[in-house]
């Protein structure tokens, strides 16, 4: 369960095209920020990705990456070209491949290193996609295998692809888009593969001659509803028409802090029951839910003279905060924030992924008033630092520049976490906002697992 946006830079307020994702995974399946530099490789050399081994290119591009840190592939990123990919899970009436070969996550990471446009990344996944097809088991723990969807942007143009085992339908994006966990491409398609329509008519899901409805021929619209993948795409197509025009990376992070509609209305909400329809997922008890918890955020603005990647690179963006990199064209050689050492499913208190843990479910035993006490001042430092980035790009400010200034907020950022932490921590349980026993029992035993302290 994810949720992809997009917005070309017409509709932005800076010019520049503007991508968002939250990824939604199991709760304890950490990732991390991973930089990967550009590289020449051996003629004939071979690249193992998650599950299979391929051809490797002679040459790759740098790549920055939000990476859970059991694969080889990811989940979302962005390329020293601007280039911008995310990933969706999507549900067919045909089963997904059980057999080993290219994951979702490996697609994206293989498109991002080899593809220096969105027109060449977004071929470079589909012509692998055609020779390996995709399958393999893509869950942390048990077994969850899916077909797979992308956003792939840079600064000029933006594709939502949409697949079927290899088959695979292509918009391009006119404004504004976003995708979930469902099939969105109907007729409206720019092309698709070959054998899309032999495929449909092979299982029965059209006629021969009718025109093909890609989303009404694959599409398994109750699996999806199960994962609330077109409540959740209605809703961030809601939140990016509702904008207009003159969007800003700030309002890009509001969304991917949404709670839905009912939440919207309720001052007193707190993340407990069956949850459907929140663009930042919370994992509560029951199957399908196990996948759902934002385990990282990302925004990116690209094009314009800018290359401002802002991650959270914690889980739940709804108690975290969004911190900037300085990646891509214009920005070649910022240095990068410490990202310090790759986190597991084991808590590790050396990790920020796992030391923002501790404030995140902190928060979960009493919502609202735990919320309350520090998220203005989340709002203000978030805030000062747009505005500090602004304030460097208005002025021309270079690579070194941009590099200690990112270094710094993240640096402030991991200070102020602390002290919410222990902020928090004095706020007693309210047992009106306490969770659910199902809820606490499912967190309980995901502390047990990653061999939470206390």
Not at 21 to 37: I, M
Not at 93 to 98: E, H, L, N, S, V
Not at 172 to 184: F, P, W
Not at 394 to 405: H, I, K, M, W
Request: proline share 4%.
């Amino acid at each position: 369960m994810c949720d992809t946006l997009v917005a070309k830079g017409g509709t932005t307020a800076s010019g520049a095209m503007l991508f968002a994702k939250n990824s939604d995974r199991e709760a304890n399946e950490a990732q991390y920020p991973l930089f990967v530099p550009a590289q020449r490789h051996e003629k004939d050399a071979r690249l193992r990705c998650t599950y299979i081994e391929i051809d490797q290119a002679r040459e790759t591009h740098a790549v920055l990456l939000s990476r859970p840190f059991w694969m080889w592939g990811a989940e979302m990123g962005a390329n020293e070209h601007g280039v911008a990919i995310g990933n969706e899970a999507v549900h067919a009436k045909i089963a997904p491949g059980a057999a080993p070969a290219l994951i979702g996550m490996d697609l994206l990471r293989l498109g991002l290193e080899r593809g220096a446009s969105a027109e060449e990344a977004l071929d470079v996944i589909t012509s692998l996609l055609g020779e390996h097809g995709q399958g393999g088991n893509c869950a942390h723990k048990g077994r969850f295998e899916y077909h797979n969807s992308f956003i792939v942007a840079d600064a000029a143009d933006a594709f939502v692809l949409e697949t079927v085992g290899r088959e695979w339908a292509v918009e391009r994006v006119a404004a504004k888009r976003s995708i979930s966990n469902s099939y969105t491409i109907g007729r409206d398609f720019e092309r698709t593969s070959q054998g899309a329509e032999g495929l449909a008519i092979e299982h029965g899901l059209m006629r021969e001659g009718e025109a093909l409805d890609f989303a009404g021929a694959f599409a398994n619209r109750k699996r999806s509803a199960l994962a609330s993948g077109h409540q959740r795409w209605c809703r961030t197509s809601a939140l990016l028409t509702g904008r207009g025009s003159g969007l800003r990376a700030a309002e890009m992070m509001g969304f991917l802090r949404d709670h839905g509609a009912q939440a919207a209305r309720a001052r007193d909400w707190r993340p407990d029951g069956i949850l459907g329809g929140a663009v930042s997922a919370h994992a509560t008890y029951g199957p399908v839910r196990r996948f759902g918890q934002t385990t990282g955020s990302w925004v990116a603005e690209v094009g314009n003279g800018r290359a401002v990647h802002w991650l959270t690179a914690t889980a739940a963006p709804d108690t975290g905060i969004f911190k900037p990199v300085f990646f891509g064209p214009g920005f070649e050689g910022a240095a990068l924030p410490d990202f310090g050492p790759a986190p597991t499913d084991i808590y590790d208190a050396r990790t920020r992924w796992w030391r923002h843990e501790r404030l995140h479910r902190a928060v979960l035993r009493n919502y609202p008033e735990r919320m309350a006490a520090y998220a203005p001042e989340r709002d203000r430092l978030e805030a000062s630092f747009g505005e500090r980035v602004d304030a460097l790009l208005a002025r021309g400010g270079g690579a070194e520049e941009a590099g200690a200034l990112s270094r710094a907020i993240w640096r402030e950022a991991d200070a102020a976490a602390e002290r919410w932490y222990e902020q928090v921590r004095k706020i007693p349980e309210n047992p009106a906002f306490r969770p659910s026993t199902p809820m606490a029992a499912h967190w309980g035993s995901l502390a047990r697992q990653a061999r939470m302290p206390g």
